[in-house]
């Protein structure tokens, strides 16, 4: 794929551009549907074309090309040196044989050289290898370096300069493991651990990949956020995996797509408006489209679970056979199990998982299964966290089209998030010389306002109210200013507006922070109750410095170093499994 920002994509451009990528593709006999799609939006054009797994190089520059000469075609006097651009780009990257030559606009030849190229990185052995695999329905990944057949414990790993011989693959070991992947705009980490306890309650050892990092069961095998396709692939290539839960992150989607081609579940938990502006993604339709990619990947006789109780979603639904070219099977998740639309579902046999009479009862195969009292599951806070009640209901329809029986979920569901390890960074409670905290990663309005009702049902009407303040600078300056209004909207009493220091993400220091002090001063809030810090920790200090008895603070936290030193200030111990130690 490749992105356009800052030239003028009118309709005849990008016509021209797909009409030279197609004649490159059929001059490459490369035949792979969908063939190429062209994607205009807000700050340009993205045009991506499918091409055979062993050319991708190739397929780089066949696109290169086509929108280089197009431009070119269109006129030449505004693009003055363009072949020499594109000449000392692709040898300063250069991957193709040495004869190839450099590229150039003229079309007849910038093809000739393009088949050279294709000849060159074609793969003989990895294809036949692929094509063994494929006949045998086994899945397999694929990276610069490794081709891997099976995943998890029914895996194996080659080196593509050393593939083995069809005949000398150990077929008869190898298989697939049970795998979720998890998407959304909030919940996806919990979501995922949640469903990794239910796996491992079942009697198998879980692999997970998140924004926290990777893990095998109770080790932490990595730190740093791992919710793209490195984190994916390390994860079903680790041979002690037995079920492997995926954390699938919009940013890894729309850069580097899926690590895997099929996969039992996907959940999608809500869509919310965030990270807009990046990839040419302007608005929540968008948004949810790019989420919704999850479900391709799941095969007839798997699951994609959704939420109902988001309207985005419901709407999308109607079109997903058209986009699949199947009809996919879904299950659906609300708060409330009786909503009409829930009970349409149920009636068509369909699987749903909701609240009734304060219970979480999930609907499968003809039958219902209660999983206990809501009020009873710690990580509702006496049933007060909404949003950790939709992701119990996400977690419990994954988790069955894993192969986890109710009686196992239930189980889960009853002590998950009475340790501090069972979810570390997500709504970790902790009373301090009287003050009630609460250490999160709430990142946007949607779950920054479910992380406040909460404080708000702890804080009984008594008390202050204080928080910390932060964004990502890869968010566009409204996303910024409505995570100030929502915020302001439960009346804080203090308001540390924090520099997330490792999240500046083109921003300059200082701006994101004075983005939301100016948003909370229009929102009514008064300049000294908005104190402003250059670190998380500092932020945090400052906050817990302020409290007093009866208060109630709440600590979104996003740095993993942050929330280890911002733990140590109250006495804990910091987040990890036991005897893991700090890399």
């Not at 072949?83 to 007849?108: F, K, N, V, Y």
């Not at 949810?288 to 959704?306: I, R």
């Not at 979603?313 to 299950?331: E, I, M, N």
Request: glycine share 12%.
């Amino acid at each position: 794929m490749l992105e356009v920002v800052g030239v003028e994509a009118d309709a005849a451009l990008v016509a021209d551009w797909t009409a030279r990528v197609g004649r490159a593709r059929a001059r490459l006999g490369w035949t792979i549907d969908p063939g190429i799609a062209a994607r205009p939006h807000g700050d340009g054009c993205s045009l991506a074309l499918a091409a055979p797994f062993d050319q991708l190089f190739t397929a780089t520059e066949v696109n290169e090309w086509a929108l280089c000469s197009a431009l070119h075609a269109r006129d030449p006097a505004r693009w003055p040196g363009l072949g020499e651009a594109l000449a000392a780009a692709t040898l300063e990257e250069s991957h193709g044989p040495a004869d190839a030559g450099p590229p150039l606009l003229d079309e007849a030849a910038a093809l000739e050289r393009l088949a050279r190229l294709a000849e060159a990185e074609r793969g003989v052995p990895l294809r036949e290898l692929t094509e063994a695999v494929r006949a045998r329905d086994l899945p397999w990944l694929l990276d610069d370096d490794e081709l891997s057949v099976g995943t998890g414990a029914g895996s194996r790993r080659y080196a593509l300069e050393a593939l083995p011989a069809v005949a000398d693959v150990p077929w008869t070991e190898l298989h697939g493991v049970p795998t979720a992947l998890v998407t959304g705009s909030n919940g996806k980490t919990t979501t995922v651990r949640l469903i990794a306890a239910c796996t491992r309650a079942q009697g198998r050892r879980p692999g997970y990949s998140c924004t926290d990092g990777l893990f095998v069961d109770d080790e932490w095998i990595e730190r740093g956020d791992y919710s793209g396709p490195v984190g994916a692939r390390t994860v079903l290539r680790d041979r002690r995996v037995e079920a492997a839960v995926l954390e699938t992150a919009r940013g890894g989607i729309l850069r580097r797509g899926l690590a895997m081609a099929r996969a039992d579940v996907a959940v999608v938990t809500n869509v919310s408006a965030d990270h807009f502006g990046e990839y040419g993604i302007h608005d929540l339709d968008s948004l949810a489209d790019v989420k919704l990619t999850v479900g391709a990947v799941v095969p007839p006789g798997g699951l994609l679970v959704l939420n109902a109780d988001d309207a985005t979603l419901r709407a999308k639904a109607a079109g997903l056979a058209t986009r699949f070219g199947r009809d996919p099977s879904l299950g659906w998740f609300a708060r409330d199990a009786d909503d009409v639309f829930l009970q349409s579902h149920r009636g068509a046999g369909g699987a749903t998982c909701g609240v009734r009479d304060g219970h979480l009862v999930i609907a499968r195969e003809g039958a219902e299964h209660d999983l206990g009292a809501i009020a009873g599951m710690p990580i509702t806070v006496g049933g007060c966290a909404g949003y950790n009640v939709a992701n119990l209901g996400a977690a419990a329809l994954a988790a069955a089209a894993l192969g986890v029986a109710p009686e196992a979920v239930a189980r889960v569901f009853a002590s998950f998030g009475t340790s501090v390890q069972d979810n570390p960074g997500r709504l970790m409670r902790f009373e301090t010389g009287g003050v009630h905290v609460i250490v999160d990663y709430a990142h946007n309005p949607e779950g920054m306002r479910g992380l406040l009702e909460v404080a708000e049902t702890l804080r009984e009407g008594h008390g202050r109210l204080g928080l910390l303040l932060g964004h990502a600078g890869n968010r566009e300056d409204t996303d910024i200013e409505r995570l100030a209004m929502t915020a302001a909207q439960f009346a804080p009493s203090l308001v540390v507006v924090k520099e997330l220091e490792s999240f500046l993400r083109g921003r300059q220091p200082g701006e994101v922070p004075r983005i939301l002090r100016n948003a909370l001063l229009r929102a009514g809030l008064p300049a000294e109750a908005l104190p402003q810090r250059s670190t998380e920790e500092d932020a945090a200090r400052c906050a817990l410095e302020w409290a007093r008895p009866g208060d109630v603070l709440v600590l979104p936290v996003h740095g993993l170093a942050a929330r280890e030193v911002v733990l140590a200030m109250m006495g804990r111990p910091a987040a990890r499994p036991p005897g893991q130690e700090e890399s």
